[in-house]
């Protein structure tokens, strides 16, 4: 890859990141009435494709009083990122394996590094993009995975599981749809990212959970939060059908 493309695609991560985050203001022509912070992203991870990376970065180094040569946006070339980032990594002593991981997990651990990541494989799931998510597939998990099964697999995982990660994603799911269908998204969000205080306070008043002694956050975490269901849930919050 190209220095000069390094440079580009670094700073889109880090001005993306400050944007989502709230650290940096929306630069002219984005803007955002989503009040979910997932929606948020997936909204201006939209928008910012449309307007371009290179006139995206352009306009949040302007913020920061830097001048980027215009020469060297528009040789910023997308493509030849991917497909460096494509590139098989160099071969390396295959560690002892503790567990089999399943090459979806790999897949979601990758994206779910980044928040951009995560957002655009929302917007590919939502759109229906094949090819945008084998491009994804190959950048994340070194290899083409199918649109498809994937829906499947992440749809259906608790059926892979045993009967107390059932009971628990039965439980939790329709504990946070409920959440959200009261407005109550804040609370949601805290359970989803694994906040114990959180889970205890709403252990004690949930209806869901109020009468089963086996709900603590031990049996949370290994039955639910470990087990991407919290992606799985988010994905469904932005409109997509698994």
């Known amino acids: 890859m190209s220095e000069n493309n390094v440079n580009i695609w670094e700073k889109y991560l880090q ?7 709230g650290t ?3 630069p002219q022509g984005l803007s955002s009435q989503a009040e979910d912070e997932m929606a948020k992203v997936v909204e201006l991870q939209t928008q910012v494709l449309a307007m371009g990376i290179p006139e995206f ?6 913020a920061d009083g830097e001048t980027i040569p ?3 946006l528009d040789s910023f070339d997308l493509q030849a990122v991917l497909q460096t980032l494509e590139q098989p990594p160099q071969p390396q002593p295959e560690p002892v394996k503790t567990e089999i991981r399943n090459i979806y997990e790999v897949f979601l651990d990758s994206v779910c590094l980044e928040e951009s990541l995560l957002a655009y494989l929302i917007d590919l799931l939502r759109r229906e993009d094949h090819e945008g998510f084998k491009k994804l597939s190959q950048v994340a998990a070194r290899t083409h995975l199918d649109m498809e099964d994937f829906r499947i697999w992440l749809g259906h995982k608790e059926l892979l599981g045993d009967e107390e990660e059932q009971l628990c994603v039965r439980v939790m799911d329709t504990a946070l749809e409920r959440l959200m269908a009261e407005g109550r998204a804040e609370v949601a969000a ?5 906040d114990e205080k959180t889970f205890t306070a709403f252990r004690a008043e949930a209806p869901e959970l109020i009468h089963l002694p086996v709900a603590t956050y031990d049996w949370l975490c290994k039955n639910y939060l470990d087990r991407y269901y919290p992606v799985r849930f988010m994905i469904r919050a932005n409109g997509v059908k698994l």
């Open 24 to 26: 940096r203001p929306l």
């Open 15 to 21: 001005y993306f990141s400050e944007v989502c985050a």
């Open 57 to 62: 970065v352009r306009q949040c180094a302007e």
């Open 190 to 194: 805290a359970l989803l990212s694994g």
């Open 70 to 72: 215009q020469e060297a």
